[in-house]
């Protein structure tokens, strides 16, 4: 295979991994409350939806290795507890909130079904295939993708260009002061940044296995791979965006974010796409269920000494939660993941951005004192988004740029620089 057909054989398999169809509900929203603000919101999604993403592939192009080594150098048990605390979130909260979108998308407008009698059969259904890893998860994946691609292209093409409308100037901002900001913090409900460091190690893997000989034939694999993943992934967050932005007049302020995707593609595609995206997104959203679950059930397995028992172990508990979470209504689940993503989503940032950076500043001090303020800064955004006690909206507000629930990135910022000193004038204190 010639390293040219393999580089789009390894973007293409990025993109079916990133290409969550729950994350598709997202966009839109976010243009249609912005309104002319549009640009600003999708500069900000973009960013923390596919920028990051990007990064954390280079990072794996540099490490080669798994999700394990984006924090080893902070600590292993560090980084032990934080690949559990990532799984233990994918299982809990992007998992289940397939099986909710499938019920709203894909069952709720036809039978009059209870959600959790959706979730039990969906998980059930799920269990089976993360037992039978037959060939049927690799055809679904294969050619469903491509399917529903071509369906939000073709949503966005004739919504974008083919429409006699032009992108209203309403507003319809829930905040207008913070439209950046908006997509920024939406952009962690993609968990996009968390699937680059957990598919790049899933490509290493595949190329290994396909005999890639050198690091440096790897480093431009993984590299324009992504590249290739996340272009495509920009022009569907972006166009989705101004989509929802330009038809933002057609639909009651009221609406959900399911109801604006399915109403976006009748008004382009007519009842027809309404019912093909409904049923498509519905099986996509199986797919990615399907392969979150395996995904979990392998770490456990390989952190247990490659053991059978906990691979089912896993896999049970993960679709009972996913049968009890998905139960719940889309934006129920989006709203409960905003204090871990507050959370977590920092971590992975400067986890992220630290990883790319050559070794001379990348120092294992670097890593633990970044890190460490990342974590310490972003505790109170937590307890905000829990809580909200007098004294932790203090706490909050000796942060700068708490007010945006960014308050962890000036200190990090600031450490960073400091550390950099440090390591200038000690360098043998680097390691």
């Given at each position: 295979?010639?390293?040219?057909?393999?580089?789009?054989?390894?973007?293409?398999?990025?993109?079916?991994?990133?290409?969550?169809?729950?994350?598709?509900?997202?966009?839109?929203?976010?243009?249609?409350?912005?309104?002319?603000?549009?640009?600003?919101?999708?500069?900000?999604?973009?960013?923390?939806?596919?920028?990051?993403?990007?990064?954390?592939?280079?990072?794996?192009?540099?490490?080669?290795?798994?999700?394990?080594?984006?924090?080893?150098?902070?600590?292993?048990?560090?980084?032990?507890?934080?690949?559990?605390?990532?799984?233990?979130?994918?299982?809990?909260?992007?998992?289940?909130?397939?099986?909710?979108?499938?019920?709203?998308?894909?069952?709720?407008?036809?039978?009059?079904?209870?959600?959790?009698?959706?979730?039990?059969?969906?998980?059930?259904?799920?269990?089976?295939?993360?037992?039978?890893?037959?060939?049927?998860?690799?055809?679904?994946?294969?050619?469903?993708?491509?399917?529903?691609?071509?369906?939000?292209?073709?949503?966005?093409?004739?919504?974008?260009?083919?429409?006699?409308?032009?992108?209203?100037?309403?507003?319809?901002?829930?905040?207008?002061?913070?439209?950046?900001?908006?997509?920024?913090?939406?952009?962690?409900?993609?968990?996009?940044?968390?699937?680059?460091?957990?598919?790049?190690?899933?490509?290493?893997?595949?190329?290994?296995?396909?005999?890639a000989s050198s690091y440096n034939e790897k480093r431009k694999i993984i590299a324009r791979s992504g590249l290739i993943a996340m272009t495509g992934l920009f022009i569907i967050y972006a166009g989705l965006i101004a989509l929802g932005a330009k038809y933002s007049n057609e639909f009651d302020t009221s609406i959900t974010r399911i109801q604006l995707l399915q109403g976006l593609a009748q008004k382009t595609l007519g009842a027809t796409g309404t019912l093909f995206i409904n049923s498509l997104m519905g099986l996509a959203c199986f797919t990615t269920a399907v392969a979150i679950i395996v995904s979990v059930a392998d770490f456990f397995k390989t952190l247990f000494k490659n053991s059978q028992r906990a691979y089912v172990v896993a896999a049970i508990i993960s679709c009972v939660l996913g049968i009890l979470i998905g139960s719940f209504e889309v934006g129920v689940i989006i709203d409960v993941a905003v204090p871990a993503l507050l959370l977590i989503y920092p971590i992975s940032i400067v986890l992220i951005l630290l990883t790319v950076l050559p070794e001379r500043l990348a120092t294992t001090l670097m890593f633990r004192a970044v890190v460490f303020v990342t974590l310490l800064c972003s505790l109170p955004e937590v307890l905000g988004a829990i809580f909200s006690a007098e004294w932790i909206l203090r706490l909050m507000a000796t942060l700068p740029l708490s007010a945006y629930s960014l308050g962890w990135v000036l200190p990090a910022f600031f450490t960073f620089f400091v550390i950099l000193i440090y390591n200038s004038l000690n360098p043998r204190d680097e390691e």
């Open positions: 295979m010639t390293k040219t057909k393999q580089t789009f054989i390894f973007g293409f398999a990025l993109f079916a991994g990133f290409f969550g169809a729950g994350n598709l509900i997202l966009p839109p929203m976010l243009g249609f409350n912005a309104g002319s603000d549009w640009w600003l919101v999708a500069l900000g999604f973009i960013t923390t939806a596919t920028l990051i993403p990007l990064i954390s592939l280079f990072g794996h192009a540099k490490l080669q290795g798994n999700m394990l080594d984006f924090g080893t150098k902070v600590s292993p048990v560090f980084s032990l507890v934080y690949c559990l605390i990532i799984y233990l979130i994918i299982i809990t909260l992007p998992c289940p909130r397939t099986a909710a979108v499938t019920h709203e998308m894909a069952i709720a407008p036809f039978f009059n079904v209870h959600p959790l009698t959706t979730s039990t059969i969906y998980f059930l259904l799920a269990f089976l295939f993360v037992m039978n890893r037959t060939k049927v998860l690799g055809i679904l994946g294969k050619y469903l993708t491509p399917i529903l691609v071509a369906i939000v292209a073709a949503i966005i093409g004739i919504g974008l260009f083919w429409s006699p409308q032009t992108l209203n100037e309403v507003q319809r901002v829930l905040d207008p002061e913070q439209p950046l900001v908006d997509g920024l913090l939406e952009g962690y409900q993609t968990y996009d940044a968390i699937a680059g460091m957990v598919m790049g190690g899933v490509v290493v893997v595949s190329m290994n296995a396909m005999g």
